[in-house]
């Protein structure tokens, strides 16, 4: 079983900015993609961000081009969601989560990740 620890989340005002964090204690964090999704009550977890295991390929959401940035490093088991020009819209629970898919693949759906962190919430003013 592979424990996936959100970090970072909090209260920021519109226009600002916060990074999340996301660590595993296992040693197959390398070869894992990971990505990055949010949740509000009532609704679906939404795709924000993919990075493969290489970190050579980046997929965003319409939603948060330009804005977000997600990357790995993968000497300390860390994945980062930087996210800048924050929107009241951007309040969430964040998730991240690890796909074990061995081929390369660009994941945007949540069905085809195999673990995820409890969440982090986002919560931003106006």
């Known amino acids: 079983q592979v424990q996936l620890v959100e970090s970072g989340g909090g209260l920021v005002q519109a226009g600002g900015s916060l990074r999340l964090s996301c660590t595993t204690s296992?040693?197959?964090?390398?070869?894992?993609?990971w990505g990055w999704f949010r949740q509000t009550p009532g609704k679906e977890r939404r795709f924000v961000a993919h990075?493969?295991?290489?970190?050579?390929?980046?997929v965003y959401a319409d939603s948060v081009k330009g804005r977000f940035t997600i990357s790995r490093d993968n000497a300390k088991n860390l994945v980062y969601l930087q996210m800048n020009s924050l929107k009241p819209e951007d309040t969430a629970v964040y998730y991240c989560?690890?796909?074990?898919?061995?081929?390369?693949?660009?994941?945007?759906?949540?069905?085809?990740?195999?673990?995820w962190g409890q969440g982090t919430q986002v919560t931003v003013s106006s």
């Open positions: 989560a690890a796909d074990t898919q061995i081929t390369s693949r660009t994941s945007t759906s949540p069905g085809q990740y195999d673990f």
């Open positions: 296992g040693r197959t964090f390398s070869i894992y993609h």
């Open positions: 990075i493969s295991r290489g970190g050579t390929t980046t």
